[in-house]
């Protein structure tokens, strides 16, 4: 029995520590709609209680390396994604400074108490940049309580206009939360562009954003054994609507559930969601390139 904090997180480090090997590349190529450049370098220090993200950055990764690694299994762009003030900052400095990557800034809902006026005009300032592409993450988490519902609602509220005034695609954190998304996305008037970040409705949310319009992007989870109800999501999800994302370091596929994840595992994933959809994964690859394009603009 383990008798301390430290030695429950050193073993659950020893589980995580080993890097997942390269998937076989894809055929046709496409991109990572949304991952944690900061993270995954160890820009921002992982806490005791974040396992997965100090093995990440125990594998001494770097920006160049992580894109050397997902180019070289055919994807070919990523969209690194901020959850405050200075990931926000950072991220669009890396996108500046790194050919194939993109932002997205926001602050998201678990931090929306630091959603003051200061902040979201910086995030504002922020996203008016070529490189920025994406008002994002945020939206509403109601699994976690790090923050007043009352406040995540009002920096929802927020970043939406924001995106409207930027032009930008608006990235959404959705956790037990669909109902109330949909009804303040309404309330307010939708962006141009939405897209619904590690998508985890059911078959019927996914008929619903189809609806609206609203983009969809799968990650690792729709690989889990448990998940039947994502892959009936993606079933039903067209394939114009759809994008595939790591969330990386987090939430990685089969078969390495528990594990550091990253940009170069997308093809694991893509395979899953085409063979759920019954098509080519060359096609979903066209497909879901093709819709980068009209969500994240010109690359």
């Given at each position: 029995?383990?008798?301390?904090?430290?030695?429950?997180?050193?073993?659950?480090?020893?589980?995580?520590?080993?890097?997942?090997?390269?998937?076989?590349?894809?055929?046709?190529?496409?991109?990572?709609?949304?991952?944690?450049?900061?993270?995954?370098?160890?820009?921002?220090?992982?806490?005791?209680?974040?396992?997965?993200?100090?093995?990440?950055?125990?594998?001494?990764?770097?920006?160049?390396?992580?894109?050397?690694?997902?180019?070289?299994?055919?994807?070919?762009?990523?969209?690194?994604?901020?959850?405050?003030?200075?990931?926000?900052?950072?991220?669009?400095?890396?996108?500046?400074?790194?050919?194939?990557?993109?932002?997205?800034?926001?602050?998201?809902?678990?931090?929306?108490?630091?959603?003051?006026?200061?902040?979201?005009?910086?995030?504002?300032?922020?996203?008016?940049?070529?490189?920025?592409?994406?008002?994002?993450?945020?939206?509403?988490?109601?699994?976690?309580?790090?923050?007043?519902?009352?406040?995540?609602?009002?920096?929802?509220?927020?970043?939406?206009?924001?995106?409207?005034?930027?032009?930008?695609?608006?990235?959404?954190?959705?956790?037990?939360?669909?109902d109330d998304v949909?009804?303040?996305?309404?309330?307010?008037?939708?962006?141009?562009?939405?897209?619904?970040?590690?998508?985890s409705g059911d078959?019927?949310?996914?008929?619903?954003?189809?609806?609206?319009?609203?983009?969809?992007?799968?990650?690792?989870?729709?690989?889990?054994?448990?998940?039947?109800?994502?892959?009936?999501?993606?079933?039903?999800?067209?394939?114009?609507?759809?994008?595939?994302?790591?969330?990386?370091?987090?939430?990685?596929?089969?078969?390495?559930?528990?594990?550091?994840?990253?940009?170069?595992?997308?093809?694991?994933?893509?395979?899953?969601?085409?063979?759920?959809?019954?098509?080519?994964?060359?096609?979903?690859?066209?497909?879901?390139?093709?819709?980068?394009?009209?969500?994240?603009?010109?690359?």
């Amino acid at each position: 029995m383990l008798s301390s904090t430290s030695e429950r997180v050193g073993a659950t480090l020893e589980c995580v520590s080993t890097i997942p090997a390269p998937p076989e590349p894809l055929s046709a190529p496409v991109f990572d709609s949304h991952c944690h450049l900061d993270i995954m370098v160890g820009n921002r220090q992982a806490s005791s209680g974040d396992p997965v993200a100090q093995a990440a950055q125990a594998a001494s990764a770097t920006v160049r390396g992580i894109l050397d690694d997902a180019r070289a299994v055919g994807v070919t762009r990523l969209v690194t994604i901020g959850y405050d003030l200075p990931s926000s900052r950072w991220n669009a400095d890396a996108a500046r400074e790194n050919e194939g990557v993109y932002a997205g800034v926001a602050v998201h809902p678990n931090e929306a108490h630091a959603a003051t006026p200061e902040a979201l005009a910086e995030i504002e300032e922020l996203a008016g940049r070529p490189e920025v592409r994406a008002v994002g993450e945020t939206g509403l988490d109601y699994y976690r309580d790090w923050a007043s519902r009352d406040d995540q609602h009002a920096s929802f509220r927020a970043h939406i206009e924001i995106a409207k005034r930027t032009g930008k695609a608006l990235v959404i954190h959705d956790r037990e939360a669909h109902d109330d998304v949909l009804k303040v996305l309404a309330s307010e008037g939708a962006p141009r562009v939405v897209v619904f970040h590690s998508f985890s409705g059911d078959a019927e949310m996914a008929k619903k954003c189809a609806e609206a319009g609203y983009f969809m992007s799968f990650s690792g989870p729709v690989t889990y054994k448990n998940a039947g109800y994502l892959r009936e999501a993606a079933q039903v999800a067209p394939a114009e609507l759809m994008l595939v994302e790591t969330d990386a370091p987090y939430l990685p596929p089969v078969p390495y559930r528990g594990k550091p994840n990253a940009p170069y595992l997308i093809p694991l994933t893509l395979r899953c969601l085409a063979e759920v959809k019954g098509v080519h994964p060359d096609y979903l690859c066209e497909a879901i390139s093709a819709n980068g394009v009209t969500v994240f603009g010109e690359w």
